[in-house]
């Protein structure tokens, strides 16, 4: 878990990092010259296969920790007060995880079979990212559903930052203060820049105008 | 503070024996004083089912000072009751009220079945200690005491790790029923000591492979072991046994 979970960790600054280009605010240019960048370079597609890679373990591992944690216990306790002693997230992954699992497949629908519809079988015709990202957050109820995807996945790293470096073994009175610091940080940074894009979209904080695009560069 | 006395209704988990289905009783117990600890009150309700020709209710215990690890009730939702850093024989009845309903469950674990009422089978952890929870000595004569250097603060981090009693309440309040703090400070007492070192990396791999092996589950980091342990033991010591467990693992051939 904790092996696939940094890795996740690492990819969402890439992601956060390259979306944030939106805020440039420049009709989408900078933006999809790095998108652009990300679906052609190859090294990023084969990374992008890692990527899948991880999570489909990081999943494959959480279904066979939660069938073996369900097992420890056939008989449950009539009262228990679980919040007495623990986050009510840390012990919600495994549903925090189902939602964004589900989040996860809308964001896909939305944004990575289009590019990937356009690439391969429209024999790599233009495709507009910032434009599609523009009328998709359009709608409130899309806007929505990615605010509480971002919400789901704030707790999951809320629980799971800190959490690998424990199961890697990191943990004592020097490291542990920073680490909590860090993933707190990091949490923090990572879904607000996420949850601005869908809302900067819908207010219309930043523009898209149709006539300007020359978006696509000639390769 | 004050002295009172109070009148309590408890539900009590009884089964006759491993096999037989449970289920909650309800008794009423009155007149108990609140300088009484909860055992001494279980003491006073067995005492009067006695005397009404019933069955007393089985409870396992024995120090009563907090330090053999014996007593072992999931009392109001909570391993040992609502004290911190508390076992259930020194939780005192000025923890009530007068009118109170108590929940008394035993430790709910795959690895811990039930004996009879509130009594569990305890001996995986007997068996994860037989795996590796030991040292080879020489025989003879006891070495001097200080005959081996030792750090001043991995001494004091050993015997921290070291005041675990094996009571299980960290397997009880785990939502996965992981035996991980238990196991981790029995690694770390030893791992942190030369006295441990000769079988450092079979300790570590055999203890983990026997937990494994009874059936407790997996730790997931909520940390509630640490909160609910009657000694404090810290969930570092688990950092610390993932450590020795990587370590181990990375230089076994096997």
């Not at chain 2, 309590?8 to 988990?13: A, E, G, I, R, Y």
């Not at chain 2, 109170?100 to 305890?122: G, H, M, N």
């Amino acid at each position: 878990m904790a092996f696939t979970g940094f890795f996740l960790i690492t990819f969402l600054i890439v992601h956060a990092g390259i979306n944030s280009c939106i805020f440039l605010n420049d009709n989408g240019k900078t933006f999809n010259i790095v998108g652009r960048f990300m679906s052609h370079n190859w090294i990023v597609r084969f990374l992008e296969l890692g990527l899948f890679a991880g999570l489909i373990v990081h999943i494959i591992q959480g279904l066979m920790l939660w069938r073996q944690n369900v097992a420890a216990r056939p008989v449950k306790y009539y009262s228990n007060k679980p919040e007495k002693n623990s986050t009510w997230y840390s012990r919600s992954m495994g549903l925090l995880g189902t939602l964004l699992l589900i989040f996860l497949v809308i964001h896909l629908a939305h944004f990575y079979v289009g590019t990937k519809v356009a690439l391969y079988a429209h024999h790599d015709a233009p495709h507009n990212l910032y434009a599609e990202m523009h009328e998709v957050f359009q709608q409130w109820w899309v806007v929505a559903i990615y605010l509480l995807g971002i919400v789901a996945l704030f707790w999951h790293l809320m629980h799971g930052f800190q959490s690998a470096f424990q199961s890697l073994g990191v943990n004592n009175k020097k490291f542990i203060p920073i680490i909590n610091a860090a993933g707190i940080g990091y949490t923090v940074i990572i879904c607000l820049a996420f949850a601005l894009m869908p809302i900067a979209f819908h207010f219309g904080w930043i523009t898209y105008t149709p006539e300007v695009v020359p978006a696509i560069p000639v390769h | 503070m004050e002295h009172y006395n109070m009148n309590l209704t408890l539900k009590v988990w009884k089964q006759k024996n491993s096999k037989a289905k449970g289920g909650f009783e309800t008794y009423q117990v009155k007149n108990i004083s609140s300088e009484m600890s909860f055992l001494e009150m279980f003491d006073v309700l067995n005492e009067q089912l006695i005397e009404e020709n019933k069955e007393p209710i089985a409870f396992d215990h024995d120090c009563r000072e907090g330090i053999c690890g014996m007593c072992s009730m999931y009392i109001n939702g909570q391993a040992h009751g609502p004290w911190q850093q508390n076992t259930t024989c020194q939780l005192h009845m000025r923890a009530f009220k007068d009118g109170d309903t108590i929940v008394v469950e035993p430790w709910r674990s795959r690895a811990f079945p039930v004996i009879k009422d509130l009594v569990v089978d305890r001996t995986s952890f007997d068996r994860i200690i037989q795996a590796g929870g030991y040292i080879s000595v020489n025989t003879g004569n006891a070495v001097d005491a200080n005959a081996l250097p030792i750090d001043k603060k991995d001494a004091d981090a050993a015997f921290m790790a070291a005041a675990c009693i094996g009571c299980g309440a960290c397997v009880a309040t785990c939502k996965n029923g992981s035996a991980m703090l238990f196991t981790s400070a029995k690694v770390s007492q030893l791992a942190l000591l030369p006295q441990g070192a000769p079988e450092r990396e079979t300790r570590v791999l055999n203890m983990v492979a026997q937990m494994d092996k009874e059936g407790f589950g997996n730790c997931t980091n909520t940390y509630a072991c640490e909160a609910e342990c009657p000694k404090g033991i810290s969930v570092s010591n688990i950092a610390r046994m993932n450590r020795e467990f990587l370590s181990a693992e990375l230089n076994s051939e096997e």
